[in-house]
Structure formats: structure tokens, C-alpha cells
């Protein structure tokens, strides 16, 4: 911001050097919506740069653009290392530039080894019938001990943790620029997108030392993020994206968190409303009993109509498998939900039972087990109650629009076009859709699983407001998220988790942002101890 006007300040001083990528009026139209609207933006070598903005700001266009699933609208120019380059890019450039991506859903292929995805590229080109298989071990080997990835080569990916998915994406994203480097004698850059939601504290650590190692050598990291607070530490400067254009470009060493958010969505973020952080009285809502899965020790929790509650603990806790087993999305070996005196097994619970009974769950992965991205959002957000719209047989699609645009209204989707299919939209976007789905229904009992995972300040405070709007009718809310923040905003109790049992529980004060942090950290000491 300057000193004199206290305006914010949208052109950063340089860091020397000519720019390792540079884009100069990049544009994108989708029939009747501009996505991007004549973006420039410059990353130069041995930087780290930022990318920030809401869900819908243009960010998701603008790294499809460059990794050339759109072709952008005539007029745009994009240059690497001085080169001029013609978009959109194809699979030869990405290799023959020195770039390398990894999106949010990582590119590996579940159905083949570690080895094979860190090796594809190498395996792929390989002349001849026959591969050297030991050759490949070795190297494959080589690449992980450099990166210190313990995971064996062997496993599949579909057998890994979320983390070490992540992890393996982000290291051959990094080894493919190291080599490409190698080759050329020229900077490369790196594409990180969205990479940090499912690393714990730890695996961020080690993404930012890598980053940090990408930079020394010369090379450069685009880093695309919600976290505004990683932003800050992480990188040299950041550009921001608002409605398809470039609102600013800050240096982050001095600019403040205030700064950002003003960039972001275009004013000050109003502070939230203080909790009184007292424990609340609820009626008597649901009960869940003696809930055993395989690593889950017996859970029993009652929760009050409108009452909030927050499940959480360390990475592998068991604490975010609680809302699959009591919707039925996973099996449970024991355990019943009781519902105005009726008791529903678990064991044989599914999520058809589930609906009919109205529970409802958002599940953390938006893609695959959630939303379906080829079907139109009208399709995704009326999904469960569809038979409700078809009269003599005939489907109202018309009334289904209608619907649908009335609730896009309502949860702020943008664009919001009905027709549009679900993966056309940004994360933030398509989490909307996800939740006015369910909302819409009034659950007795909504389940989360990390309901604002990838989604900027903006979006977190309308899912926020959502929450607690329905809460106040008597909806009950089981939430399960790591982050500590989220849960000190919206949770009346939180219960947190150690090797698969409630080893704390957080009433009144004790449901804030440091309670629960330090309660899950100090989780493991106490796994052993009857909860408190």
C-alpha cells in the first residue's frame, strides 16, 4: 500500500532478470462468459511466483491455457526464456521448454506402480522391445532417496496414502525440470497447482524446501494456491486474479494479509462474529452408537438438533472416516444410528438408506465421489430428488433449470449457467453446486468431509454462513476437517482423534484455533488414556 493514500499498490519492483515466462493479453471466452480478459503476467528466473484469486477468478482457465487444454481466444502471446511460443502449447513443448505441471488431481495413473509413474516419461521413450527394468529400479530409486520419499517402488498408486500421492506428483514434476534443465543449459518452471490441501504440516514443510531448491538452481516455481498464508511465506512476489483479470501484482515480503484479501475479492474482508465460546444446551437430535470399522475402536457420539460438531486429529487418525461409515459409503462392522427411537444398523446401512432417511454427505473428493464433472450443474445440484421433477412421465427440464438458477443465485456460483457442465466450474465453484445440492434437501444430518478444502476466503465464509443458517433451523452437522481454524468458526464440540479412538473432546472455550491445534499434536501422548 503507499504511504500517502493508502491505496493499494498493484506494481511490484523488479527482481532483475529477462522473465523465464511471460504472457501478455491472454484471453478466454466460454459462450457467453469471459473467462480471462487480457491477463499479462511474469515469472522470471530462479522465483518463485504466486498465483491467487477466488474460486472463478480465472486462475483454473488460465493454467488450463497454459497447459494447453484451451486453445485462448486470437490476440494473446506467450514467451519462455525469450522464445516466442504458439498456443496453445502440446505435449512436445511442455518437454522441449523445460515445464512441467502438476494439477490438482496429480496425473498419476492409479493402476500402475510408483516406479512406473516417476519412470513414465523415460519408459515411454525407451527404444526397442525391452526395457532394463533394473536400470529403472536404480534410477526410480535414485530419484526418491534424492527427494527423500520413503515409498516403495513397487506399490500401486491407488494403494497410497492421499499425501504420498502428492508427493510422488510434486517429485517427478520436480525431477522433469532438474532433467530438462540438464539438457538445455536453460531455466525451467514449474506449475504447482493447488498442491498443499492434503500434505500435513510436515509434507508443506518439504514442498517448500524442494521449492526452495527449484529457485536456487536457477529455475522458477509457479505456485497456485487459496492459502494466503503460504503464499506469503513461500514466494517472491504474487500476481492476483479478480472476474478474469488481473487485479494486482504485490511483492509479498511487503505486503500484509489485508493487502491480499482486498486484491482477492475487491474490498476488506468483514471480521467475523465472535463465538461466545460457551457450551449450548441442544435438544436431543441423533445418537450414533458403538461405530467400529477395521482401525475404528467403538464410537458413540449424540448430537443435538442445530448442534455442530467437529471431528479431527493428525493425518491417518481415523477421525475423517467417521462420516462414511455412518452414511453407509463405507462398511461398518458394528454400530447403529438412532433416529426418533428408531435404531438403523450401520453394518447394513448404504447411502440409498441414508438419503431416505435424510442424511446427507459431502464427501472431500469433489471428482471422484462426489459431483459427477460431465453431467450439467442443473443435473449435479437436483441429482438425488430428480424423480421429483418429471410430470406424465416427461422431464421438466425447464423447471429444472429454473431451480437450479435460483439456488446458483443463492450460493453464489459463478459462472452461473445451468447448462454448464460440473467441470467447467473451479473447485470453489463446484463445492457451491455440491452443497446447495444437500441444502436444498434440509438434512436431518449433514455430513462433511473437508468442506472447504481448495476454496478461497470468500467461498469459506459463504460455506460458513450456509452452515450455521441451517444449523439454526435444527439441522445437526458432523464435520470432519484438519483444519482447526474452520472448526473453531463453526463447531459447538469438537472430538479429536488418536489411532482410530476420541482420545479429547473440546467444549466452550476450548473450541479455538490454538485449543485444537495443541490438542492434536498432543493427541498420540494421550491415545492410550480415556478421553477428557
Not at 41 to 55: A, Y
Request: glycine content about 10%; aromatic content about 4%.
Amino acid at each position: 500500500m503507499t504511504a500517502a493514500t493508502g491505496e493499494l499498490s498493484t506494481n511490484a519492483a523488479p527482481l532483475g532478470g529477462s522473465p523465464t515466462l511471460r504472457l501478455e493479453g491472454i484471453s478466454k471466452t466460454f459462450r457467453a462468459t469471459r473467462a480471462l480478459d487480457h491477463v499479462t503476467l511474469e515469472v522470471r528466473p530462479g522465483e518463485i511466483h504466486g498465483l491467487l484469486g477466488t474460486n472463478g477468478s480465472g486462475k483454473s482457465t488460465l493454467i488450463k491455457v497454459l497447459a494447453g487444454y484451451h486453445a485462448p481466444d486470437p490476440g494473446g502471446r506467450m514467451t519462455f526464456n525469450g522464445e516466442e511460443v504458439s498456443l496453445p502449447l502440446s505435449s512436445s513443448d511442455f518437454r522441449r521448454l523445460g515445464m512441467s505441471f502438476v494439477h490438482q488431481n496429480l496425473g498419476l495413473l492409479p493402476s500402475l506402480t510408483v516406479l512406473e509413474n516417476l519412470r513414465l516419461k523415460q519408459i515411454a521413450l525407451s527404444p526397442g522391445m525391452h526395457l532394463n527394468w533394473r536400470r529403472e529400479r536404480a534410477e526410480g530409486q535414485a530419484v526418491l532417496d534424492r527427494y527423500g520419499l520413503d515409498i516403495p517402488q513397487w506399490r500401486r498408486v491407488d494403494e497410497l496414502s492421499a499425501v504420498n500421492r502428492a508427493l510422488l506428483a510434486i517429485v517427478r514434476a520436480f525431477e522433469e525440470i532438474r532433467e530438462g534443465c540438464e539438457a538445455t543449459g536453460k531455466p525451467g518452471l514449474v506449475l504447482l497447482d493447488e498442491p498443499t490441501p492434503f500434505l500435513p504440516e510436515e509434507g508443506v514443510a518439504r514442498l517448500f524446501k524442494l521449492m526452495r531448491e527449484i529457485a536456487a538452481s536457477g529455475s522458477s516455481v509457479l505456485f497456485i494456491s487459496h492459502d494466503i498464508d503460504e503464499v506469503m511465506e513461500i514466494t517472491d512476489r504474487a500476481t492476483i486474479l479478480r472476474d478474469g483479470r488481473v487485479s494486482g501484482e504485490v511483492e509479498t515480503a511487503s505486503a500484509s494479509h489485508d493487502d491480499m484479501i482486498e486484491l482477492i475479492i475487491g474490498r476488506s474482508l468483514a471480521p467475523a462474529e465472535e463465538r461466545t465460546n460457551e457450551a449450548t444446551a441442544f435438544a436431543p437430535g441423533l445418537s450414533i452408537t458403538s461405530v467400529e470399522a477395521d482401525g475404528i475402536a467403538p464410537f458413540s457420539l449424540d448430537i443435538g438438533k442445530g448442534e455442530v460438531i467437529g471431528l479431527t486429529g493428525l493425518i491417518g487418525a481415523g477421525y475423517d472416516r467417521i462420516p462414511y461409515l455412518v452414511f453407509g459409503a463405507s462398511p461398518a462392522t458394528a454400530g447403529e444410528l438412532t433416529i426418533d427411537g428408531r435404531q438403523l444398523a450401520l453394518p447394513g446401512m448404504t447411502p440409498a438408506k441414508a438419503i431416505a432417511e435424510n442424511l446427507a454427505l459431502l464427501p472431500g473428493d469433489r471428482e471422484a465421489q462426489s459431483g459427477v464433472p460431465s453431467l450439467s450443474i442443473a443435473d449435479n445440484m437436483l441429482l438425488p430428488d430428480v424423480s421429483d421433477w418429471f410430470r406424465g412421465g416427461l422431464l421438466r427440464n425447464r423447471g429444472m433449470r429454473n431451480e437450479a438458477k435460483r439456488l446458483g443465485d443463492a450460493y453464489e456460483v459463478r459462472p452461473n449457467d445451468p447448462d454448464l457442465p460440473l467441470a467447467a466450474l473451479s473447485g470453489g465453484n463446484a463445492q457451491k453446486v455440491l452443497i446447495a445440492r444437500w441444502m436444498k434437501r434440509k438434512p436431518r444430518l449433514l455430513l462433511l468431509d473437508e468442506p472447504t478444502q481448495g476454496v478461497d476466503v470468500g467461498t469459506r465464509a459463504r460455506i460458513f454462513d450456509a452452515i450455521a443458517a441451517e444449523a439454526e433451523t435444527g439441522m445437526s452437522v458432523l464435520c470432519a476437517s484438519s483444519d482447526a481454524e474452520q472448526l473453531a468458526r463453526i463447531c459447538d464440540r469438537v472430538l479429536v482423534f488418536a489411532r482410530g479412538r476420541v482420545v479429547r473432546e473440546l467444549t466452550g472455550s476450548q473450541v479455538s484455533k490454538d485449543h485444537i491445534t495443541q490438542a492434536c499434536y498432543a493427541s498420540l501422548e494421550n491415545s492410550d488414556r480415556s478421553p477428557t
